[in-house]
């Protein structure tokens, strides 16, 4: 049965769509994972957040083997259709380094622009 959420989804010719997770009450990104169609579909459904093993070749729910679960808030989809934004309540480290976010080890120090 066709989900009209997911089919306004663009996929990469891969099969897949960015998922960017984002803690929801501060607003924190998190990570980046990415999704197929069952994935997401899971996602939207079951109230957890499922990826889409692209090294494993499977799918895979975050903290199902380390207890740092993703237990979804809210998704949606940006104005092009190719990016999903998943906003969710983590429970412990969300990289797999054991850091809160994937974005707290390489500052890259960028100029900043002025207005």
């Known amino acids: 049965m066709s989900d009209v959420r997911i089919d ?9 769509v960015p998922a960017v997770i984002q803690q ?5 990104v998190l990570m980046l ?3 197929d169609a069952e994935a997401l579909r899971r996602t939207l459904t079951e109230g ?3 990826f889409w093993s692209r090294s494993r070749q ?4 975050k903290g199902d083997t ?9 998704a949606r989809l940006d104005c092009d259709g190719d ?11 969300a990289c797999h380094t054991g850091d809160r976010t994937c974005f707290d080890a390489d500052a890259l120090h ?4 002025a207005r």
């Open 58 to 61: 499977e799918y895979w729910r």
């Open 66 to 74: 380390s207890g740092h679960a993703q237990f979804v808030k809210d």
């Open 110 to 113: 960028p100029v900043i622009g």
């Open 33 to 35: 994972g990415w999704m």
């Open 83 to 93: 990016t999903l934004l998943i906003e969710v309540d983590q429970v412990g480290a």
């Open 8 to 16: 306004r989804v663009r996929f990469t010719a891969d099969g897949l």
């Open 24 to 28: 929801h009450d501060t607003r924190e």
């Open 48 to 50: 957890r957040v499922t």
